[in-house]
C-alpha cells in the first residue's frame, strides 16, 4: 500500500516536473516571433513572404512544449 | 482512463470529454460500433461536402458569400502547395486539400460545446501523419531512386561532419510522423482541457464564499481561452498542412 502510495506521489511530481519543458518551448517561441518581427520591421516588404517560415519555426519550437505535456499526460494517466 | 478516482477533485473532470463511448449504450467498443468519435467525424465530413459541393452549387460568376469562402480555401492552400512545395508538387494538391479541409473543420466542429474533437486523439493523427510519411517516402524514392539519400548526406558542410550530420537526419526525418501527429493532437487536447479546467472553476459560486472572486474570473478565462483556441484550430490545420508541403518539398526535390 505504501509502495501504491509512493508511486502515485512520485507520477504527480513527474508530471509538474514535466511542465517545466513548456517553459524552454515558450522561450523558443518568442525567440522565433520576435527575430522575425525584429526582421521584418527593418524590411517590411520581405515580411510577407516569410509568414510560412515564421508559422514552420513556430511548430517545430512548439512541438518540443507538446512533447513535455505529452509526458505529463503519460505519467497521469498511462503509468 | 481512471473514471471511479476523480470524484474527490473537480467537479468534472477535464478528461473525461476525450473518452470515446459508444452512442446507443453499452460499453464493448467495436471497429464498428457507432461511437461519438464517428459521429462527429461525419458531422465534418457533412460540413466539408456541404461547404465545397452545396456551397459552390451555383458557380456563379459573382459568387455568394458561401460560395467565396469555398473558393478563398481553394485558393489558399493551393498558393501554399505552390509557394511551399514548388509546381510540380501541385498533382498532390487535390491529397493536400482535402488533409486540411479534414483537419480544420474537425478542429472548428469541436470547439461547439458537448462536442467531440477528433483530431484530438493521437489514433486519428497519426494516421494521417503515418500517410503522409509514407506517401513522402514513396513519392521521393520513386522521383529520385536512390538520389532521395542525398537528403541525409549534407553536401554543403566539411566532410569530416557530414557522417554526424546524417545520422542526425536520419533520427530527424524518422521523428516527423510523430511530431506531426503529437503537434496536432497535443494542441487540441491541451487547448479543451484547459477550457474544462476554467468551466469546473465556475460553479464554485454556488458552493463557497470564495466564489464571488472565482467565478468571474473564470468565465472571463474561458471567453480568452476559447478565443485563443479558435485561433490555434486554423493555425494547427495551417502547420500541419504546409509541413505537409515541407516533407513534400523534400521528397520532389532532395538536394539540399
Known amino acids: ?79 | 482512463m481512471a473514471t471511479a478516482e476523480h470524484s474527490d477533485g473537480l467537479a468534472f473532470h477535464p478528461m473525461d470529454q476525450f473518452i470515446v463511448k459508444p452512442l446507443f449504450g453499452g460499453e464493448t467498443l467495436n471497429w464498428y460500433t457507432p461511437s461519438n468519435a464517428t459521429l462527429w467525424m461525419a458531422v465534418v465530413i457533412l460540413a466539408v461536402i456541404a461547404l465545397f459541393v452545396l456551397g459552390t452549387r451555383g458557380r456563379a460568376i459573382v459568387p455568394s458569400r458561401i460560395q467565396s469562402v469555398a473558393e478563398l480555401a481553394y485558393g489558399f492552400v493551393h498558393k501554399m502547395v505552390e509557394d511551399v512545395a514548388g509546381k510540380d508538387a501541385l498533382k498532390f494538391f487535390p491529397y493536400i486539400f482535402t488533409l486540411f479541409c479534414f483537419i480544420v473543420f474537425s478542429n472548428f466542429v469541436g470547439l461547439l460545446p458537448k462536442a467531440f474533437t477528433t483530431t484530438s486523439h493521437i489514433a486519428v493523427t497519426a494516421l494521417m501523419a503515418v500517410a503522409v510519411f509514407l506517401t513522402v517516402t514513396i513519392v521521393g524514392f520513386v522521383k529520385n531512386g536512390a538520389g532521395f539519400l542525398s537528403l541525409f548526406w549534407v553536401s554543403s558542410a566539411p566532410l569530416a561532419l557530414r557522417p554526424i550530420l546524417a545520422l542526425i537526419e536520419i533520427i530527424s526525418y524518422f521523428v516527423r510522423p510523430v511530431s506531426h501527429s503529437i503537434r496536432l493532437a497535443g494542441n487540441m487536447m491541451a487547448g479543451h482541457a484547459v477550457i474544462k479546467v476554467f468551466a469546473a472553476f465556475a460553479p464554485l459560486i454556488l458552493i463557497s464564499g470564495i466564489g464571488v472572486a472565482v467565478t468571474p474570473l473564470s468565465i472571463l478565462a474561458i471567453v480568452a481561452m476559447y478565443a485563443l483556441e479558435i485561433l490555434v484550430a486554423f493555425i494547427q490545420a495551417y502547420v500541419f498542412t504546409i509541413l505537409t508541403c515541407v516533407y513534400l518539398k523534400d521528397a520532389l526535390h532532395p538536394h539540399h
Open chain 1, 1 to 79: 500500500m505504501e509502495l501504491a502510495a509512493a508511486a502515485a506521489l512520485g507520477k504527480f511530481i513527474g508530471a509538474g516536473l514535466a511542465c517545466i519543458g513548456m517553459g524552454g518551448s515558450a522561450m523558443g517561441v518568442g525567440n522565433v516571433a520576435g527575430n522575425f518581427l525584429a526582421g521584418a520591421l527593418r524590411n517590411p516588404s520581405a515580411a510577407a513572404g516569410q509568414t510560412a517560415t515564421l508559422f514552420i519555426g513556430i511548430a517545430f519550437a512548439e512541438a518540443l512544449g507538446i512533447f513535455s505535456f505529452l509526458v505529463a499526460l503519460l505519467l497521469m494517466f498511462a503509468v
